[in-house]
């Protein structure tokens, strides 16, 4: 199983300098090869597809990762005016070129509908503008961890990392990444001993349901409050744009309020992953199953209730809960966003008809006992989570808690 472990690092400005060589060299080869890719894939489609590699002239075919790699990197930099690729680490290089790949197909894909969820548009060139910037380093680039706990980046140099816990294992790779507020980071993909996380089995299971008014409810009847933190810092961070609203365009206060803007950005984003990683920790760990019901956030978003909605950040909580319970040998199933948690009796499983917003507490008609509008969701999606979980094991090609719907 792979494993990201992210940590900040503190570069010197000699190493920030030479990152952003880096940066700038893989933007000229993701550029390079898109302009000879672009307009040969636009023709392909103007020309019906794959029929326009039997075509003549400059459109003919379309070079792979490989060939790109020999024209634009080793070719390339024995030309004066590409010479300065010589600044980059050959497989960041390379890499770029992979990633161009499976951008293209990840566009194609999503246009013949072979991929789910929102389209994808075709890769874009790249700016030097552009706020965050990443770079892969593979074991061929020979990065490495040295004793004093720096990390050696291949033409960036001996790199401080603010170690927060060990890796658990030698990483596969590396990357460095800029966000856009200006601080650095570094990535490890780890391959990870699926074993080594498992626990103890235990004799629960958890219905969770989220909402606006209160983070979660669980199927015990107790709740997850929402976080605070968020209100208070969206207020400082409205007041920060309109500061940078007023500063003149292009000009050095403009960009400092900017990485301000940016920076308070960054915290909040970084205090609501610690109170879901905090929150997928325990619930993974107190029970032998986490239900949870999939919510349709990109169809919210639409309506005035998507500032709250991404305030909450449900899909990164569901998501972490996902790879947690994967990771400790739990169990985990999402109750299809369709199913009416509301209207369902959690006790009897009687289904009954809608009821408006202010109808808080009625009795179940069929088995009579009192339900708590907020309490009986989290119970109903434990009921229901149980039956999904129970028809995957069971039927002959389960799609797996993980499996995309629709
Ligand atoms: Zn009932």
């Not at 997928?280 to 919210?300: I, K, W």
């Amino acid at each position: 199983m792979q494993l990201r472990y992210q940590f900040r690092a503190r570069l010197t400005p000699g190493q920030c300098i030479r990152a952003a060589r880096v940066f700038g060299c893989k933007r000229v080869v993701w550029n390079d090869a898109l302009a000879i890719v672009a307009p040969r894939k636009q023709a392909n489609s103007l020309l019906g597809g794959p029929r326009a590699r039997f075509a003549e002239g400059p459109y003919w075919g379309i070079p792979k990762a490989v060939e790109l790699g020999r024209l634009l990197i080793t070719e390339a930099k024995k030309a004066a005016r590409r010479a300065f690729l010589a600044d980059a680490p050959v497989g960041v290089l390379q890499q770029t070129l992979r990633d161009l790949d499976r951008a293209w197909k990840a566009h194609e894909d999503s246009k013949s509908g072979r991929r789910p969820g929102p389209r994808v548009g075709p890769p874009a060139f790249k700016s030097r503008k552009d706020m965050r910037q990443t770079a892969r380093f593979t074991v061929s680039d020979r990065f490495r961890v040295l004793d004093d706990g720096r990390l050696r980046l291949p033409k960036i140099g001996d790199v401080r990392i603010r170690w927060s816990r060990d890796l658990p294992s030698a990483p596969s790779s590396v990357t460095l990444i800029r966000d856009r507020s200006g601080r650095y980071w570094v990535s490890f993909v780890v391959e990870a001993d699926p074993v080594a996380d498992l626990l103890p089995p235990v004799d629960r299971d958890q219905g969770v349901d989220l909402g606006l008014t209160r983070f979660a409810v669980l199927a015990d009847g107790s709740h997850i409050a929402n976080p605070r933190f968020l209100r208070r810092a969206e207020k400082k961070l409205a007041r920060r744009q309109r500061e940078l609203a007023r500063k003149e365009k292009g000009s050095k206060n403009r960009e400092k309020a900017r990485i301000k803007v940016a920076r308070t950005h960054a915290a909040v984003a970084d205090a609501r992953r610690n109170f879901h990683h905090q929150w997928s920790h325990r619930l993974t760990r107190d029970n032998q199953a986490v239900y949870c019901e999939t919510l349709n956030v990109r169809g919210m978003g639409r309506t005035r209730l998507a500032k709250s909605v991404y305030d909450a950040g449900w899909a990164q909580f569901v998501g972490f809960l996902e790879y947690k319970a994967k990771r400790r040998g739990r169990s985990f199933a999402k109750v299809d966003s369709r199913f009416p948690s509301s209207r369902i009796c959690s006790s009897c499983g009687r289904r009954d008809g809608a009821k408006p917003l202010w109808v808080r507490t009625w009795t179940c008609p069929g088995c009579g006992v009192r339900l708590d509008r907020d309490w009986n969701a989290g119970k109903t999606i434990r009921r229901e989570g149980r039956r999904v979980l129970a028809a995957s094991k069971t039927a002959p090609s389960p799609p797996g808690p993980g499996a995309r719907r629709r």
